[in-house]
């Protein structure tokens, strides 16, 4: 993948949506420790890629991370920015 940070495979741009799921499934549940690995790979493709604070990796790295860990099959979304429509914290 590096230094142009694109898939082998598909030649998109790391991490290519087939990745994405395949980080997912690596971590589970553990989105801390795969935030922290993404943050690793952020901070070498800003060196390889010769850009300092750019917005577009930062959301090609974290941009489609959920923002809770999918469990039990909820398919309830995150209000934890928002808050729900009765204006009450995260669950």
């Known amino acids: 993948m590096t230094p142009e940070w ?3 495979t598909c030649a998109a741009e790391w991490p290519c949506a087939p990745r994405r799921e ?14 922290v690995y993404l943050g ?6 800003a060196e390889d890629l010769h850009v ?3 917005t577009s990796l930062r ?3 974290f941009g489609w991370l959920p923002r809770r860990p999918l469990s039990g099959g909820s ?3 995150d ?5 729900d429509a009765a204006g009450s914290g995260p669950a």
């Open 6 to 8: 694109t898939c082998r």
């Open 22 to 35: 395949q980080l997912l499934a690596e971590y589970g549940v553990d989105r801390a420790m795969l935030s």
């Open 40 to 45: 690793a790979c952020l901070a070498a493709a």
């Open 52 to 54: 300092a604070g750019a």
């Open 59 to 61: 959301d090609r790295f």
């Open 75 to 77: 398919s309830r979304p």
């Open 79 to 83: 209000t934890s920015t928002t808050g």
